[in-house]
């Protein structure tokens, strides 16, 4: 009997530097979602294997600890070289396990790179401070390591998203258990190699696979200090709840309704081009994605442009696939609900397949009129490459709609009055605001970060405030001048 050869070879943990085998584990099948064929496998492993790794990075801990930052950060600079090296094979990876366009995933990696780029000028941001704050005493305060972190990654970045904690956390001195998300686990073995290659000690980054089991280890665990999460919001809570009443740290980022306000002054082939490019990037699996827009007043000829801009977003050359039969299949439900609910479907993405990858899980481009507040796809994350337009009168009342939300990612307003700009700024409910810009992602050295439900948990785990969460403050007040009595504190 022929055995079947996969095209990559069965996923493994990474263990104190070294790829172990857990043949203990029951295997799930890791399936491109480009063509739905199975190209590996991945081990859920058990709370065994959890254990394994947590050993391993408490026992790196105390050399990497005692390191300083300036010399931790040079494996980084090594690495940031690595990737560069390696961007061909990492955007090809990215690719094939998630099913973005190669453009996309290639901006993927270069994202990861500006992430390890920041986290090489992160001495430069923990050097402390230092005060004589009376005659012959001095406070010092200094940024101290938790010990042993762990990420927990979802499955729309594989490279990206693990580089928002990694670099950071580990920088700082900390030791990390990544725990990739189980239907694209690839990624992750491959940054720990090129991270063990740049010079990282064992034991300092270790990847154990597996799913709800493993969160829940990860939650649990007395030996994990902090715990980050990416993914949706109803796992969020749950994450953030079971972590923080197991006394950890935790930033858990959930979904979003990103609201898109466009008023009739805007300019008409900016703002289209950006509506659109912002519901179809990544195939509308990122939670900046705008998958609402507000339309306010007399915006018909904006949603002529737009609807023409989206026919040109085509699956399989512009556009890729969704993550699995399951998500087009729930996509294309909530399409078909606001239909039968008496929205207006001006472009239609269901039913979408590509020559020569009829397996694959692709939804085309879709605009959908007239949707009212109450409908599931005007309140729900979707999670497609589908655009809910709503009208209303005023921009007030386009707030009004932003604000009752859940969610709390992003927000973005297209227009050309400043006044109109500085209003939605103010006013809308959102950690990230936009204005003429569909995705309004801060860059380093800025945080990512929603409101409301779209993050529990208080600082970042990206940018300057990612210091904040992955480490703790040292105050130490010294005095060595026995003869100064000058006053209280002294």
Same mark, same amino acid.
């Given at each position: 009997?022929?055995?079947?050869?996969?095209?990559?070879?069965?996923?493994?943990?990474?263990?104190?530097?070294?790829?172990?085998?857990?043949?203990?584990?029951?295997?799930?099948?890791?399936?491109?979602?480009?063509?739905?064929?199975?190209?590996?496998?991945?081990?859920?492993?058990?709370?065994?294997?959890?254990?394994?790794?947590?050993?391993?990075?408490?026992?790196?801990?105390?050399?990497?600890?005692?390191?300083?930052?300036?010399?931790?950060?040079?494996?980084?600079?090594?690495?940031?070289?690595?990737?560069?090296?390696?961007?061909?094979?990492?955007?090809?990876?990215?690719?094939?396990?998630?099913?973005?366009?190669?453009?996309?995933?290639?901006?993927?990696?270069?994202?990861?790179?500006?992430?390890?780029?920041?986290?090489?000028?992160?001495?430069?941001?923990?050097?402390?401070?230092?005060?004589?704050?009376?005659?012959?005493?001095?406070?010092?305060?200094?940024?101290?390591?938790?010990?042993?972190?762990?990420?927990?990654?979802?499955?729309?970045?594989?490279?990206?998203?693990?580089?928002?904690?990694?670099?950071?956390?580990?920088?700082?001195?900390?030791?990390?258990?990544?725990?990739?998300?189980?239907?694209?686990?690839?990624?992750?073995?491959?940054? $720990? #190699?090129?991270?063990?290659?740049?010079? =990282?000690? !064992? /034991?300092?980054?270790?990847? @154990?696979? +597996?799913?709800?089991?493993?969160?829940?280890?990860?939650?649990?665990?007395?030996?994990?200090?902090?715990?980050?999460?990416?993914?949706?919001?109803?796992?969020?809570?749950?994450?953030?709840?079971?972590?923080?009443?197991?006394?950890?740290?935790?930033?858990?980022?959930?979904?979003?309704?990103?609201?898109?306000?466009?008023?009739?002054?805007?300019?008409?082939?900016?703002?289209?081009?950006?509506?659109?490019?912002?519901?179809?990037?990544?195939?509308?699996?990122?939670?900046?994605?705008?998958?609402?827009?507000?339309?306010?007043?007399?915006?018909?000829?904006?949603?002529?442009?737009?609807?023409?801009?989206?026919?040109?977003?085509?699956?399989?050359?512009?556009?890729?696939?969704?993550?699995?039969?399951?998500?087009?299949?729930?996509?294309?439900?909530?399409?078909?609900? $606001? #239909?039968?609910?008496?929205?207006?479907? =001006?472009? !239609? /993405?269901?039913?979408?397949? @590509?020559? +020569?990858?009829?397996?694959?899980?692709?939804?085309?481009?879709?605009?959908?009129?007239?949707?009212?507040?109450?409908?599931?796809?005007?309140?729900?994350?979707?999670?497609?490459?589908?655009?809910?337009?709503?009208?209303?009168?005023?921009?007030?009342?386009?707030?009004?709609?932003?604000?009752?939300?859940?969610?709390?990612?992003?927000?973005?307003?297209?227009?050309?009055?400043?006044?109109?700009?500085?209003?939605?700024?103010?006013?809308?409910?959102?950690?990230?605001?936009?204005?003429?810009?569909?995705?309004?992602?801060?860059?380093?050295?800025?945080?990512?970060?929603?409101?409301?439900?779209?993050?529990?948990?208080?600082?970042?785990?990206?940018?300057?405030?990612?210091?904040?969460?992955?480490?703790?403050?040292?105050?130490?007040?010294?005095?060595?001048?026995?003869?100064?009595?000058?006053?209280?504190?002294?």
């Amino acid at each position: 009997m022929e055995v079947e050869v996969l095209k990559y070879p069965a996923v493994r943990n990474y263990v104190a530097g070294q790829f172990v085998a857990d043949a203990a584990a029951r295997s799930m099948d890791v399936v491109s979602p480009l063509s739905g064929a199975v190209i590996s496998t991945v081990p859920m492993s058990d709370t065994d294997a959890l254990n394994q790794a947590v050993e391993a990075a408490k026992a790196a801990y105390p050399a990497w600890s005692a390191m300083p930052i300036k010399e931790r950060v040079q494996v980084f600079y090594r690495y940031k070289t690595l990737l560069e090296k390696h961007m061909q094979e990492l955007t090809l990876l990215v690719h094939e396990e998630n099913g973005k366009t190669m453009d996309e995933a290639r901006a993927e990696v270069e994202k990861a790179i500006e992430l390890t780029e920041f986290a090489c000028s992160l001495p430069q941001l923990v050097s402390g401070e230092l005060l004589e704050v009376s005659k012959g005493v001095e406070c010092r305060a200094e940024r101290k390591p938790l010990g042993v972190v762990a990420s927990i990654a979802p499955f729309n970045f594989p490279n990206m998203v693990p580089h928002w904690t990694v670099p950071n956390a580990i920088a700082l001195g900390n030791c990390m258990i990544l725990k990739p998300s189980e239907q694209v686990p690839i990624s992750a073995g491959r940054i $720990a #190699e090129l991270l063990k290659e740049a010079g =990282l000690p !064992d /034991g300092v980054f270790n990847v @154990v696979n +597996g799913d709800k089991e493993i969160v829940e280890a990860i939650c649990d665990h007395p030996d994990i200090q902090a715990v980050s999460f990416v993914g949706s919001t109803k796992i969020a809570k749950v994450v953030y709840r079971r972590a923080t009443n197991n006394l950890k740290r935790c930033v858990a980022l959930g979904g979003a309704k990103n609201h898109l306000l466009v008023l009739p002054d805007a300019h008409v082939e900016m703002t289209a081009s950006n509506v659109a490019a912002s519901m179809s990037g990544c195939a509308g699996q990122r939670c900046m994605a705008g998958s609402a827009m507000v339309a306010v007043g007399s915006v018909d000829h904006i949603i002529e442009k737009l609807v023409d801009e989206a026919r040109n977003i085509v699956p399989g050359k512009n556009l890729g696939s969704v993550i699995s039969r399951e998500a087009k299949e729930r996509i294309e439900r909530y399409i078909t609900e $606001a #239909e039968q609910a008496g929205a207006k479907v =001006l472009l !239609d /993405g269901r039913g979408a397949t @590509v020559a +020569g990858q009829e397996g694959g899980y692709y939804v085309g481009a879709t605009v959908v009129d007239y949707v009212t507040p109450d409908m599931a796809i005007a309140r729900e994350e979707v999670f497609g490459p589908v655009l809910a337009i709503i009208r209303t009168k005023t921009l007030d009342e386009a707030l009004a709609i932003e604000n009752a939300s859940n969610y709390g990612n992003a927000a973005a307003v297209f227009t050309q009055s400043g006044a109109h700009a500085r209003y939605v700024m103010e006013n809308a409910s959102a950690g990230m605001i936009g204005v003429n810009i569909g995705v309004p992602v801060p860059r380093e050295p800025f945080s990512f970060g929603g409101w409301n439900e779209s993050k529990f948990g208080t600082a970042d785990i990206t940018g300057k405030s990612s210091i904040e969460f992955w480490t703790q403050i040292k105050k130490v007040t010294t005095k060595w001048n026995p003869e100064s009595r000058t006053n209280w504190m002294s």
